[in-house]
């Protein structure tokens, strides 16, 4: 089996080689591109894809990998927010990703952006490497005791609020579904509006749909509390930025923290340091001394990037051998 690697950087690539050693049949070719309707043509005489959060899988870029012949598409993430998955079912392409790889690794990155927030260390920072050590205007709060909202309990959401609780937080949730093993941790489980107006952090762990799209905007920051903290290490587009640089600029929010933002697409995972990012609303993000954004990297540690290859290669080992079974199972994906 030939399979076209997209959005492939180094460091996919070594996990990659590792995981594919004891793979003989299975042909790892890698691009560095973004799979798009542009960069499409490269799958072409090959089995396969494996694709990442940015890479184009909407109906049209499905429908020439149809024409192709591609035989699956393997997401290396736990997100397929991206992929058109009605398309590719229509045209029998199975889809699978890696559902579980470490979501310890994203709940911990989003603890890290509270309490960068919190304490200011990216701030501080700067200031003692310029031989700084004032502290005015680093002050920040305990947490134990404070109200930490989460939006989605799978399993990130469940990993974040073990450590919320831990730290000494009430955490309340919301999601469609009840966690029993949060709910026996001793978190409560409100609705969106109770969990809008009591939580001091409110943490983004829900996937990206049409129900979750733009879920943070003007009216869901109007019912928070004055001075909240807003996490998302989930998809961009579960927040409306520019909704959000309001609430800013009003002091309704008084921190965020970013790991993914709604046009990522085109920065996110490249160096962009010499370029000028034509995105306004981006740039404006970045002038906050309260806003931290990190660029999609909730998933990456080395444990992550591990689990995400071995998956990968044996979501393609199954499927190349025993692909009816792989079938029934992709049923429930799409
Ligand atoms: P999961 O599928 O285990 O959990 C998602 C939870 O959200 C489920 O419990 C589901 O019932 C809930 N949910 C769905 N719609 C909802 C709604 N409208 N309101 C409230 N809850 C809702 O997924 P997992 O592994 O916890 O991942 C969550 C998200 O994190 C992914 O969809 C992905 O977008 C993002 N992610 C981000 C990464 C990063 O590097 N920053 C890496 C991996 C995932």
């Known amino acids: 089996m030939k399979v076209a690697v997209f959005s492939c950087k180094p460091y996919d690539k070594r996990t990659l080689d590792v995981a594919s050693e004891a793979a003989s049949d299975i042909e790892l070719v890698y691009f560095e591109s973004r799979l798009s309707l542009e960069t499409v043509a490269l799958a072409k005489s090959y089995d396969a894809v494996s694709c990442f959060v940015n890479d184009d899988l909407s109906r049209p870029v499905i429908e020439q990998l149809a024409e192709y012949g591609i035989g699956a598409i393997a997401m290396r993430c736990a997100g ?167 609430g800013l600029y009003s002091g309704k929010i008084g921190y965020l923290g970013l790991d993914v933002y709604e046009q990522e697409g085109k920065i996110f995972f490249e160096d962009m340091s010499s370029h000028i990012i034509h995105d306004t609303v981006f740039q404006l993000l970045l002038t906050f001394p309260n806003v931290v954004v990190t660029g999609h990297q909730g998933y990456f540690t080395d444990i992550a990037l591990h689990h995400i290859a071995d998956t990968t290669l044996a979501n393609l080992e199954q499927l190349q051998h025993s692909p009816d079974a792989f079938q029934r199972e992709l049923t429930a994906i799409c």
């Open 80 to 246: 397929y927010n991206n992929v058109d998955l009605y398309c590719a079912k229509a045209f029998s392409i199975p889809v699978f990703h890696v559902p579980d790889y470490s979501p310890t690794s994203v709940a911990e990155h989003a603890v890290a952006l509270i309490m960068t927030l919190n304490r200011k260390t990216h701030r501080a920072y700067h200031r003692v490497k310029e031989g700084n050590f004032a502290l005015e205007g680093l002050m920040g709060f305990n947490l134990e005791g404070k109200t930490v909202g989460c939006i989605g309990t799978g399993r990130i959401g469940e990993a974040f609020c073990r450590i919320m609780n831990g730290f000494g937080c009430q955490v309340l949730c919301h999601d469609l579904f009840e966690n029993e093993r949060l709910l026996a941790l001793g978190v409560e489980y409100v609705d969106l509006e109770s969990l809008y107006a009591k939580s001091d952090i409110i943490s983004l762990h829900c996937p990206l749909n049409a129900s979750t799209h733009h879920l943070i905007n003007r009216s869901s920051i109007e019912k928070m509390k004055d001075g909240v903290m807003i996490i998302n290490t989930s998809r961009g587009a579960l927040v409306n930025a520019q909704e959000a640089i309001d």
